[in-house]
């Protein structure tokens, strides 16, 4: 009797073990803001621009243990008022920084300005998704705002088929709470931030961490 109760409770510990491994091997994932923030010329090759982008982390663990890469990760932000209402009635499909653009070509005049863009459907029709192995970053993009403008953007593939400036995503200056969820194989990732557009001056357009009232919103 006593060596069949040895024979169960080791089993029992062998798998406890390999699920408790299995456990530590999953993604763990985090959401950051980029410091500095990105500033570049408009599309045009003229003017300023800022592009707010978030990113996205996986910890690693020792080297002994091998985390595994969070597969497929897509994802959607929601923008709220400070209250907590919902300012667009549909959230926004994100785009990774290092997925490729929605366009196949572009013309450009005699001088070398860029007239339009001709798109890849193919490409735009795709939802942006993207693996984020262990110890590694990715970017995506939350908004945009040119210098001499009030408003801002949200920024996602869409984005390329209006100048950079969707009017679907349009966001008048004021203060905002984003909602990110990342999604990776069943499992999700949140992160909430303030998104700072009651600003003048170009290089205060930013995003903050949220305030401890923020919490209380029920987002």
């Not at 089993?11 to 699920?19: F, H, Q, R, V």
């Not at 007239?115 to 970017?139: C, K, M, W």
């Not at 009030?150 to 969707?166: A, I, K, Q, T, V």
Request: glycine share 8%; aromatic share 10%; proline share 6%.
């Amino acid at each position: 009797m006593a060596t069949a109760l040895s024979i169960i409770l080791g089993g029992l510990i062998t798998i406890l073990t390999a699920m408790g491994v299995e456990y530590l091997r999953l993604p763990v994932l985090s959401l950051a803001i980029e410091e500095p923030p990105l500033d570049l010329l408009g599309p045009d090759g003229k003017g300023k621009r800022r592009n707010l982008r978030l990113v996205l982390h996986n910890k690693s663990l020792p080297e002994f243990l091998q985390r595994s890469a969070a597969l497929q990760c897509r994802g959607e932000i929601t923008f709220h008022n400070l209250d907590g209402q919902v300012f667009f009635k549909k959230a926004m499909p994100i785009r990774w920084v290092s997925s490729p653009e929605p366009l196949a070509n572009q013309i450009v005049d005699w001088q070398g300005n860029v007239q339009f863009h001709i798109r890849d459907f193919t490409r735009a029709a795709a939802e942006s998704r993207i693996d984020v192995y262990p110890g590694e970053n990715e970017l995506l993009d939350v908004a945009v705002r040119f210098d001499g403008e009030p408003d801002c953007y949200g920024w996602n593939n869409d984005s390329y088929l209006y100048n950079w400036r969707n009017p679907s995503w349009k966001l008048p200056p004021g203060r905002y709470i984003l909602k990110v969820v990342i999604t990776s194989s069943g499992r999700k990732c949140v992160g909430k931030f303030r998104l700072i557009n009651n600003v003048d001056n170009l290089a205060e357009f930013r995003l903050t961490n949220i305030l401890p009232e923020d919490a209380t919103k029920g987002l």
